[in-house]
T-cell receptor, first 115, second 114 residues
Framework: NAGVTQTPKFQVLKTGQSMTLQCAQDMNHEYMSWYRQDPGMGLRLIHYSVGAGITDQGEVPNGYNVSRSTTEDFPLRLLSAAPSQTSVYFC??????????????FGNGTRLTVT | GNSVTQMEGPVTLSEEAFLTINCTYTATGYPSLFWYVQYPGEGLQLLLKATKADDKGSNKGFEATYRKETTSFHLEKGSVQVSDSAVYFCALTVNTGTASKLTFGTGTRLQVTL
């Protein structure tokens, strides 16, 4: 059971480039989400999805797009990378809505540097 | 809005020392409280949780009690080990009925030395 798989583990982009961070889970979880982790700020929610075809914005959605065409996959797209998007990105999933009785399962993260 | 405040780290302890990591919160509604742990190079893992006042969550020797009167959820362990070195995140969620989302604290790094 692989759990939540994120690729790539590391990425360096130049300002203005675009890329997609991949996230896949094999646990048939309904809920998937993307967080970014920055020093001194903890984790902040970017976008989330409660099921295939449904996405919504989190706390810091600007500059990012998501889609959920299947239950398993939840890619995060950076349309035009900026240095402010240098961060560690975590994908997380849970059986239902990530609440009381359905803990989040995290991937190992993608470390992104934008120069 | 919802927020979580954790004590700043890093916290450096000798093996077998007693650990306390403070966590306080503000929430609109009645939150559930969590501690997550992040080991080096890995994602976060749920360590323990409590869903109502006076509940005590426990796991791997760690404990935390949901104190509504002081809006706190402090993490404790009686005797830490080197393998406990990690970053610890306090978090809360308030179920809105649609999608509940975790609000995290900034994390506290624990370093345990021999």
């Amino acid at each position: 059971n692989a759990g939540v798989t994120q690729t790539p583990k590391f990425q360096v982009l130049k300002t203005g480039q675009s890329m997609t961070l991949q996230c896949a889970q094999d646990m048939n979880h309904e809920y998937m989400s993307w967080y970014r982790q920055d020093p001194g700020m903890g984790l902040r929610l970017i976008h989330y999805s409660v099921g295939a075809g449904i996405t919504d914005q989190g706390e810091v959605p600007n500059g990012y797009n998501v889609s959920r065409s299947t239950t398993e996959d939840f890619p995060l797209r950076l349309l035009s990378a900026a240095p402010s998007q240098t961060s560690v990105y975590f994908c997380a999933s849970s059986r239902t809505t990530g609440g009381n009785n359905s803990p989040l399962h995290f991937g190992n993260g993608t470390r992104l540097t934008v120069t | 809005g919802n927020s979580v405040t954790q004590m700043e780290g890093p916290v450096t302890l000798s093996e077998e020392a007693f650990l306390t990591i403070n966590c306080t919160y503000t929430a609109t509604g009645y939150p559930s409280l969590f501690w997550y742990v992040q080991y080096p190079g890995e994602g976060l893992q749920l360590l323990l949780k409590a869903t109502k006042a006076d509940d005590k969550g426990s796991n791997k020797g760690f404990e935390a009690t949901y104190r509504k009167e002081t809006t706190s959820f402090h993490l404790e362990k009686g005797s830490v080990q080197v393998s406990d070195s990690a970053v610890y995140f306090c978090a809360l969620t308030v179920n809105t009925g649609t999608a509940s989302k975790l609000t995290f604290g900034t994390g506290t790094r624990l370093q345990v030395t021999l």
